[in-house]
């Protein structure tokens, strides 16, 4: 019994995500549709990033590299902006659960060596909402750009025109609040004896770089892991086994959770409904209950309106836990480094995340008018 509650405790989300795909289940009981849920190549770049950050976690590459950010920026505020904006600019060229599965280690590692853990998760907040707000310039920094991009053949020039603004607003919310919270208290990381294999990190990062070539359509994606799960398994095979396993299955739930919901009549209908009074503000809240790519797939299906639909659902990344599943990457993370502060984590999380939600919101419905 003990067993079951300390796993329960350590993967509290994927718990919850589990009950609600059951419960959805009921509903919509399964069937061949249910293959169409899942998205197998976020999965598989879940699980190549996954295991290939694993392995360069064991040659001590975020160590050095933490050490490297540190000597360059001198103090905890400069650090965190640093680690923030990586995090922003990283979402735009590389999707932002692939951006947060990259720096959030580097995030912890430099925290932790430089004995500032108080400001962790404030710093894991920024940048997990400079992950899901960087990326809403580029069609392909966010899944549902991508596919909003195609399905309504939007012009590259006047996407970017369109997220312009709260583009913008939201860089200039991430740095002030920075700013504001961040002290600028001088830092000095712990100098230990670390050894870093170089040829086996040179052999990692191209693995790293294979990854991203998966996120960019650049090989296919069963190439990309026909390649690296073997690599990883002959150079490092501890490596796979420290994957985060949880996580990938907490996705699987998530996934078959939005795809029922986008099933259920009622919920079709009443999305309709909400659609024709005001197309920003529902794909804003939608995106609260069911995320941000289930409601940029089914909430085009009611409306024209591209523009206020892709303003939605990029604004509404923020906000709840589940409003954008990247947020749940950073949630499990924090988790794992910090299990007894979960909870003071989520409401920091919260408050933060919709205040974002509420200025961007109104700002942007002001704008639309």
Do not use: W
Not at 240 to 260: C, E, H, M, Q, W
């Amino acid at each position: 019994m003990q067993t079951i509650l300390g796993f329960v405790k350590k993967n509290t989300v994927l718990c919850i995500a589990i009950i609600a795909a059951a419960l959805t289940a009921i509903i919509v009981p399964p069937d061949k549709e249910y293959l169409g849920y899942f998205d197998f190549k976020t999965l598989t770049c879940l699980f190549c990033v996954l295991a290939v950050v694993c392995a360069l976690k064991n040659v001590n590459f975020f160590y050095t590299l933490a050490e490297k950010i540190v000597a360059l920026t001198g103090n905890i505020r400069t650090c965190v902006l640093t680690l923030v904006v990586i995090t922003f600019v990283g979402s735009m060229l590389i999707a932002n659960d692939m951006a947060l599965l990259t720096f959030l280690p580097l995030g912890y590692f430099v925290l932790t060596t430089t004995n500032k853990k108080k400001y962790m998760a404030f710093t894991f907040i920024m940048q997990n909402i400079s992950a899901n707000l960087g990326g809403m310039l580029t069609p392909f920094g966010n899944p549902q750009n991508l596919y909003l991009y195609t399905k309504f053949n939007i012009p590259t020039g006047e996407f970017m025109k369109i997220m312009a603004l709260p583009f913008v607003i939201s860089i200039v919310l991430i740095l002030g609040m920075c700013m504001i919270f961040i002290k600028p208290e001088k830092i000095e990381i712990e100098k230990e004896e670390v050894h870093t294999d170089k040829k086996r990190t040179a052999v990692y990062l191209v693995l790293f770089a294979l990854s991203i070539l998966i996120v960019f359509r650049g090989i296919p994606y069963l190439l990309g892991l026909a390649i690296i799960a073997p690599a990883i398994f002959i150079l490092d095979r501890s490596a796979l086994r420290k994957v985060d396993y949880p996580l990938l299955f907490t996705f699987v739930a998530f996934f078959i959770f939005s795809g029922n919901m986008a099933r259920i009549d009622v919920v079709r209908e009443f999305f309709g409904l909400l659609m024709e009074k005001n197309t920003l503000l529902f794909s804003v809240l939608s995106c609260q209950f069911i995320s941000n790519v289930p409601s940029a797939i089914l909430l085009s299906q009611f409306t024209g309106n591209y523009a206020e639909l892709l303003l939605g659902v990029n604004i509404g990344g923020v906000g709840t836990l589940i409003s954008s599943l990247a947020s749940l990457i950073t949630l499990r993370e924090f988790s794992l480094h910090n299990p007894f502060e979960t909870k003071r984590y989520i409401v920091k999380f919260s408050a933060f995340n919709f205040a974002f939600l509420f200025l961007l919101t109104g700002i942007m419905m002001l704008a639309v008018q």
